[in-house]
């Protein structure tokens, strides 16, 4: 039998869950409800019985599972496959993921980034696969980023390279998740669109909505919300600050965005294509192109579950 791999992104809301084969063909797909909020040791009970069940509904044994890749936030250690910090998921302090989901299910797991993983996944099968270097940011609860460099997955010397959504692009500006102020993350994440907009939209009822989401906020955007249009005019202008600044360190072939606010269309990305040619060095900007993910949502499943086949094709991580 053809092998099969499951990958996992582990988000802070939801765990998805997919089936895919060696060359990157998912078959099956399965969405659980993260419960972050009850730490880690539930979630990952939650992770293994939905491994189990997608499994079972594609009629398969765990046994025929050759490897189970899972993308995660960070900071981590792949090599040791835990979890040190994340931001995002309470409690979570040096949790080992690897060992206790191989515990559980008796199969390979590989740990990886989970914006390392949409990385390799735009670059194995994606928006990237014509390209040796490329770059990918995840806009979503909070701002990712991953680096492909010669066909191999960039870490640095403590799986903390490619952090984009940290770096500073306003000096002692407003506080982060993980402690610091100014931080690209806390501008231009999903959840600093809302935040931003309620702090900046006054006593307007879309402000005022309890369950508002990022799309909300472009969806006033587009239909002549001042405040709004002003917030997503700002979020083009710091994720351009952003990717000139990878267009200098990296100098690479492609710069792909991934995440929910990229399904607000083409003009918000023609606004950021526009302060980044601004912004970067002519040759810098003339040899890269800046295009959203081709795989959406579906990025951080297969990079999980292709860079689990590539463990277990090679023995190394991707």
Known sequence: ?????????????????????????????????????EGPDPVMARMAEAVRRLAEEAGLALDDLAAVGVGAPGPLDCQAGIIHFAPNLPGWINVPVRDTLQEALGRTVVLENDANAAAYGEFRVGAARDVRSMFILTLGTGVGGGIVHEGRLVRGATDTAAELGHVIVAHGGRLCGCGNRGCLEAYASATAVV???????????????????????????????????????????????????????????????????????EAFLEEIRGHVRRLAFPSAWEACRLCSSRLGGDAGILGSALAAETFDRTGQLA
């Open 195 to 265: 935040e931003r907009f309620r702090q900046e939209a006054g006593v307007s009822d879309l402000a005022r909505r309890p369950r508002l989401e990022a799309k909300d906020v472009f969806e006033a955007a587009a239909a002549g919300d001042r405040a709004a249009a002003r917030i997503v005019s700002e979020t083009a202008e710091y994720l351009a600050v952003g990717i000139a600044s990878i267009l200098h360190v990296l100098n690479p072939e492609m710069v792909v965005l991934t995440g929910g606010m990229m399904g607000s269309g």
């Open 1 to 37: 039998m053809t092998k099969r791999y499951v990958g996992i992104d582990l988000g802070g809301t939801n765990l998805k869950l997919g089936l895919a084969s060696a060359e990157g063909e998912l078959f099956r797909r399965l969405s659980v409800p993260t419960g972050a909020d």
